[in-house]
């Protein structure tokens, strides 16, 4: 089908309560009009999804924020003028008009305008805002291609919108504005020290923190069914002997034969192509059936702190690989 036809057809379908998974910038996005009640709830079922975990409204332009909020601080201002249409989502106090169950019951609400063309008309010819998780059973890593989605949800949803693999691949950074100084509740696509150039230092919450209202900072999140380690060194290398394991490298190296796989991220060692592949990686790692991941780690700068957050969360508990292998005996 042709984009345009495609992206009428989903329109369609947000109006009339059903679920459409669309690209965004970051990763798959699974939609229905935020102000429809029962579809939004089809969403949390068909992901699996515990009910108090809020989704984000997506709005194709900055203008619609005012009839979902109470009032838009000056640093949110400031920040969605300076970062949207883009990855970034801002928490403000809500509006009454948006249902409970698209918040959680709380008295806030995660807006974002997504910068990729396909959100942005299927927003515009929905003519209301979408209320979207990532198109991903709970729990599990973001989608970043239709495929992905098709994969894991295919039957479930009305419609899949295939915009071709997401170009940024890690998750929006969410700000919340609840207290007089911002707070970063989940690092992202636009990196903490853009932020701050713009409205100064944020306040970073411990994960303890957040976790009643974000449970996308639970410890163990987008996880993979192959563990994950990323506490581990070459020379504890051989006590894997004749265990597949997989190496999740950041850039061409030179260790590839200990491994049974190796996902390279990004030959020439550039942040943002890591990114944009990371999900696409542990996915084609996780359907070899390893016995473990081992990842590289990198800096926490610029994207590299939305990346090792997923790696961590994606990892298994924070268990070095030697106390993985005790407690599953691999
Ligand atoms: O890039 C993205 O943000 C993607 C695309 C589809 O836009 N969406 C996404 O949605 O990652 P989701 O539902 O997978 O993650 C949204 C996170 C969750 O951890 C949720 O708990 C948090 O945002 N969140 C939503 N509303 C919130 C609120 N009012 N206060 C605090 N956290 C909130
Ligand atoms: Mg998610």
């Avoid at 495609?6 to 690209?23: D, E, R, S, T, W």
Wanted: hydrophobic letters at 40%.
């Amino acid at each position: 089908m042709k984009d345009s036809r495609a992206i009428l057809q989903a329109a369609k379908i947000i109006q009339h309560g059903g679920i459409v998974a669309f690209p965004t910038e970051t990763v798959y996005g699974l939609g229905a009009d935020a102000f429809n009640p029962l579809a939004v709830a089809r969403i949390f079922e068909v992901k699996r999804r515990p009910y108090f975990d809020p989704l984000i409204v997506h709005v194709a332009n900055p203008a619609d924020v005012k009839n979902l909020v109470k009032e838009i601080p000056s640093n949110a201002k400031k920040l969605t003028e300076r970062f949207w249409p883009g990855p970034l989502t801002v928490v403000l106090f809500k509006e009454e008009n948006i249902p409970d169950i698209v918040t959680a019951g709380l008295p806030t609400v995660a807006i974002r305008m997504p910068s990729h063309p396909m959100a942005l008309s299927l927003i515009k010819e929905s003519r209301c805002p979408i209320a979207a998780p990532s198109a991903n059973p709970f729990g599990y890593l973001s989608p970043t291609t239709a495929e992905h989605v098709r994969e894991q949800l295919g039957d479930q949803v009305d419609l899949i919108l295939d915009g071709g693999p997401c170009p940024v691949g890690v998750e929006s950074t969410i700000v919340s504005f609840l207290e007089e100084r911002p707070r970063l509740l989940r690092p992202g696509g636009v990196s903490l020290e853009e932020i701050e150039s713009v409205i100064g230092k944020l306040k970073i919450s411990p994960i303890e923190e957040v976790r009643p209202s974000a449970p996308g900072m639970l410890p163990k999140h987008y996880a993979p069914r192959t563990p994950i380690v990323l506490d581990w060194n070459e020379k504890n290398l051989d006590i894997y002997k004749g265990k597949k394991i997989g190496l999740l490298a950041f850039q061409e190296t030179k260790n590839h034969l200990k491994f049974h796989s190796v996902e390279v991220l990004s030959k020439k060692g550039d942040i943002r192509e890591a990114a944009a592949n990371l999900f696409a990686a542990i996915r084609r790692m996780d359907a070899l059936k390893l016995d473990l991941i081992v990842a590289e780690t990198i800096p926490e700068i610029g994207l590299g702190r939305a990346i090792m957050d997923r790696l961590r969360r994606a990892s298994s508990g924070g268990l070095s690989s030697e106390e993985l292998i005790k407690q599953s005996e691999i």
